[in-house]
Nanobody
């Protein structure tokens, strides 16, 4: 599948944003779908994931309580809902999908074969 991420922008601390990841060229049913982020000079970091059985409960401790992930299989789209944004959330956010990754590896970006192009999120203080 091909992925297209959108929804990033420049916001102030405390604001909210919703990122979207639209899939094409196939269905995301049966795929694990995740969001990762990468700040300048840092390694790509796991944010949140929906498992292959559509359980969207995998969230990084660094964003737990502020970010949630959801998936609409009918629209073939994954969302990242970001609340109470902080300057340290500033990064390029990537969506990813894979149909063979196992649950214990949902937070491992190396396990994902399909990637969107990334969308920039900048949070000012």
């Amino acid at each position: 599948v091909q992925l297209q991420a959108s929804g990033g922008g420049l916001v102030q601390a405390g604001d909210s944003l919703r990122l979207s990841c639209a899939a094409s060229g196939g269905t995301i049913r049966g795929y694990a779908t995740g969001w990762f982020r990468q700040a300048p000079g840092k390694e790509r970091e796991f944010v949140a994931a929906c498992g292959r059985t559509n359980m969207c409960t995998y969230v990084s401790n660094s964003v737990k309580g502020r970010f949630t992930i959801s998936r609409d299989n009918a629209r073939n789209t994954v969302y990242l809902h970001m609340n109470s944004l902080k300057p340290e959330d500033t990064a390029v956010y990537y969506c990813a999908a894979d149909n063979s990754v196992i649950a214990s590896q949902y937070d491992n970006y190396i396990q994902y074969d399909n990637w969107g192009q990334g969308t920039q999120v900048t949070v000012s203080s």
